[in-house]
């Protein structure tokens, strides 16, 4: 059975940084495209950020110069680092497999992707 497990939200200050990483069991992530997304307080859930398995990237433009999104194959892991980090990025963010990494987040979901639970990323002074 494929699962996803998000892990390093929390609470950190505006213009600080932080690393959530993505542990996938039941499966090897070697042939996947993985994806970032996040869901703010009464608003859709939006893609972050995808990787695909040859490593090729893809950012929203809101965060584009301030994450970046990385893979480590053999730990079973895909790790999003997030600098100057700005209230706006409140939300719980989601690591997602099998996604269809485009350049365009709107064209990054399908019906056969598996979802983490969520981690909760606070950004406040």
């Known amino acids: 059975q494929k699962q996803l497990v998000e892990s390093g939200g929390g609470l950190v200050q505006p213009g600080g940084s932080m690393i959530l990483s993505c542990l996938a069991s039941g499966f090897s992530l070697d042939y996947y495209a993985m994806a970032w997304f996040r869901q703010a307080p009464g608003k859709e859930r939006e893609g972050v950020s995808c990787?695909?398995?040859?490593?090729?990237?893809h950012y929203v433009d809101s965060v584009k110069g301030r994450f970046t999104i990385s893979r480590d194959n053999a730990k079973g892991t895909v790790y999003l680092q997030m600098n100057s980090l700005k209230t706006e990025d409140t939300a719980v963010y989601y690591c997602?497999?099998?996604?269809?990494?485009?350049?365009?987040?709107?064209?990054?979901?399908?019906?056969?992707?598996?979802w983490g639970q969520g981690t909760q990323v606070t950004v406040s002074s």
């Open positions: 997602a497999a099998n996604v269809d990494c485009a350049p365009s987040p709107i064209g990054w979901i399908n019906p056969d992707m598996t």
């Open positions: 990787i695909n398995s040859r490593a090729g990237t």
